[in-house]
């Protein structure tokens, strides 16, 4: 599968920005999805994850309530929708996918088989 973020930009904080993932080739729904995120001189972090079916979704400590992560199996792309955002947010965001839908969804870089390119989100204050 081939996955292309987009959405990134510019925002003030308290703004908000809805990240796209468009995924060709394979069926979609036979992925998991995850959002990670990378700043500069920071190692890549976990920022959210859904399940195949959407059925499960979890999400980063540093997230939750402020993202929400989505998926349209139908369409071939992931969402995730970010509201009050913050400076520590600033990040280039990446959208991956795991081909072993049929076990846990997972929190970790290595668990993901296939990566976006990225897309950079910028959160002035």
């Known amino acids: 599968v081939q996955l292309q973020a987009s959405g990134g930009g510019l925002v003030q904080a308290g703004g908000s920005l809805r990240l796209s993932c468009a995924a060709s080739?394979?069926?979609?729904?036979?992925?998991?999805m995850g959002w990670f995120r990378q700043a500069p001189g920071k190692e890549r972090e976990f920022v959210a994850a859904?399940?195949?079916?959407?059925?499960?979704?979890y999400y980063a400590d540093s997230v939750k309530g402020r993202f929400t992560i989505s998926r349209d199996n139908a369409k071939n792309t992931g969402f995730l929708q970010m509201n009050s955002l913050k400076p520590e947010d600033t990040a280039v965001y990446y959208c991956?996918?795991?081909?072993?839908?049929?076990?846990?969804?997972?929190?970790?870089?290595?668990?993901?088989?296939?990566w976006g390119q990225g897309t950079q989100v910028t959160v002035s204050s």
């Open positions: 080739g394979r069926t979609f729904r036979s992925y998991h």
């Open positions: 991956a996918a795991d081909q072993n839908y049929q076990f846990a969804l997972k929190r970790t870089t290595g668990g993901y088989d296939y």
């Open positions: 859904i399940g195949w079916n959407g059925g499960i979704k």
